[in-house]
């Protein structure tokens, strides 16, 4: 047997093989990896762009929900002041709301009457926020009382924010030493309708 015609069928066996190899790898880079790779590449793209738009969401969800909580504040706050805003014919309960934060503070009052100029004054009512119009409806108060409890009472109608305290003048009483006599000049701001 020659054994240089089987070493030269082997070496043309062994390259056939190299080169079916090489080829096999070629198609398998070219046409089944590479669009493989390509589209995981594109995938990797989207999906960097999702996590990028999904952090910006989750900043701007807690913009929302700081700015949801400054409304809900900004509401309850409203609340509030809306239960403080009278109307130019809620007269008595004007005077009964002065009347139980005197109660509530110890003060006795011995007179209040609003000002009789007022009820007939045809001031133009100030323009405030929304279709609101306030005009000042003066109040004379004379009060009695412990002098810490004075100062109570009149810290409790400054709080209300449609409440203004004019003037004040306080003595003491002629027949107590421990109160004081007051005399007060106030301004409620009604909602002229």
């Known amino acids: 047997m ?6 030269s ?4 066996i062994l390259i056939a093989g190299i080169l079916l190899a090489v080829i096999f790898l070629y198609i398998e880079i070219a046409f089944i990896l590479g669009p493989q790779l390509r589209a995981l590449s594109a995938k990797a793209l989207k999906l960097h762009q999702v996590g990028s738009r999904l952090s910006e969401y989750k900043k701007n969800f807690v913009s929302l929900k700081e700015l949801q909580a400054q409304a809900d504040a900004s509401e309850a706050k409203n609340v509030g002041i809306e239960k403080n805003i009278f109307s130019d014919n809620d007269i008595p309960f004007i005077l009964d ?3 139980q934060q005197a109660s509530a503070t110890g003060v006795k009052i011995m ?3 609003p000002a009789a100029e007022a009820l007939l004054s045809s001031e133009k009512p100030q323009e405030a926020a929304g279709n609101l119009k306030f005009s000042p409806l003066p109040f004379s108060l004379q009060l009695s009382g412990a002098y810490h409890r004075l100062g109570e009472f009149i810290n409790r109608l400054e709080n209300n924010p449609f409440i203004s305290i004019i003037s004040m003048t306080m003595g003491a009483s002629s027949s107590e030493s421990s109160r004081q006599l007051a005399s007060v000049e ?3 701001y009604v909602n002229k309708k």
């Open 186 to 188: 106030i301004s409620v």
């Open 2 to 7: 020659d054994f240089k015609i089987f070493k």
């Open 111 to 113: 007179q209040m009457k």
């Open 97 to 99: 709301t002065i009347s």
């Open 9 to 12: 069928q082997e070496k043309k």
